[in-house]
């Protein structure tokens, strides 16, 4: 199966920046829609940001719409987000997922693929 590995979290003061990259295994990365969902303690798992298997068509959740960008590298096989103007509400487990066949992009249970997931943490 695909495995998914997120790296490039960390701690950041508010306004600042992050990059998050998931890599992916295999060859079958390009043909993936791919999503980035975030989870905070005690909430449920949120989704970020989508974008399709091409690249060509991106989706963001409001509460990052504006500051975050998902973008991929089909080519290296990743998965990016960028986050800028992060905010102490941003702190959160971000993972990423990926499916062949994605409906409601949103939603979580429409993810066949997931990472382990990388801890951002955004101090006031």
């Known amino acids: 199966q695909v495995q998914l590995v997120e790296s490039g979290g960390g701690l950041v003061q508010a306004g600042g920046s992050l990059r998050l990259s998931c890599a992916a295994s295999g060859h079958s990365f390009s043909v993936l829609d791919m999503a980035w969902f975030r989870q905070a303690p005690g909430k449920e798992r949120e989704f970020v940001a989508a974008i399709n298997w091409g690249g060509a068509r991106t989706n963001y959740a409001d509460s990052v719409k504006g500051r975050f960008t998902i973008s991929r590298d089909n080519a290296e096989n990743t998965l990016y987000l960028q986050m800028d103007s992060l905010k102490p509400e941003d702190t959160a487990v971000y993972y990423c997922?990926?499916?062949?066949?994605?409906?409601?992009?949103?939603?979580?249970?429409?993810?066949?693929?997931w990472g382990q997931g990388t801890q951002v943490t955004v101090s006031s």
């Open positions: 997922g990926g499916t062949t066949s994605s409906r409601d992009f949103s939603q979580y249970a429409e993810y066949t693929y």
